[in-house]
């Protein structure tokens, strides 16, 4: 994917989360969230796609050891214990306003991704991997925590349909990458049915 639509996509997808956060009723901040999580957490989580591109802008990585998008789920995978622990801590940050503290994370990362010009090989945590690709990344992790987001408080979502066409290539690609790819094209052409609980990642 060319560097400028996956910032465009990363753009909009972090636009629309703000927006879905901004709409979050103040009782609703203590229910449940996702698994473990409570709304919280799962707010906080999501918010991790935009502090981790502030984080890693500036890590420019000595080799790209990522070379796809789909490898970087597969490298991640190996570091998933931390994750639930980490959405609660992120929660935390997010401080007694959330919604304004998403807001300036969404500036924040626009301002930083408009002065970098080109398409590094950053250190992410799944190892050196370009720009471009780590955004695609967050895009996904935008799109499907919103619609989290969005089940677990019953609010309205809509994600931005190029952002959710990305998203969705990229599931894909990782589908494909685990040897899930026949099943998945024979329950998308009502073929089969996938197992309750079936997950790309």
Avoid: K
Avoid at 80 to 108: C, F, H, K, W, Y
Wanted: glycine content about 8%.
């Amino acid at each position: 994917m060319p560097e400028s639509d996956s910032r465009r996509t990363f753009a909009a997808a972090a636009q629309a989360f703000a927006e879905l956060v901004d709409r979050i009723p103040d009782d609703a901040w203590t229910g449940p969230g996702l698994g473990d999580w409570d709304l919280r957490a799962l707010v906080g989580h999501a918010s991790r796609s935009l502090v981790t591109v502030l984080t890693y802008l500036p890590r420019i990585a000595e080799t790209e050891a990522v070379p796809t998008t789909a490898a970087y789920y597969a490298a991640a995978a190996q570091i998933m214990a931390a994750v639930t622990e980490r959405g609660r801590q992120a929660g935390a940050a997010l401080g007694n306003d959330p919604a304004a503290t998403v807001r300036t994370l969404v500036r924040d990362c626009a301002r930083a991704l408009a002065a970098t010009t080109d398409d590094p090989v950053i250190e992410s945590i799944a190892g050196g991997m370009r720009l471009s690709g780590y955004l695609v990344t967050r895009t996904f992790e935008l799109v499907v925590h919103s619609l989290d987001i969005a089940a677990a408080t019953g609010l309205s979502y809509d994600p931005p349909a190029d952002a959710l066409a990305e998203s969705l290539a990229l599931a894909v690609d990782v589908a494909v990458d685990r040897g899930q790819g026949a099943r998945l094209l024979l329950a998308l052409t009502g073929r089969a049915s996938l197992a309750s609980g079936f997950s790309v990642v």
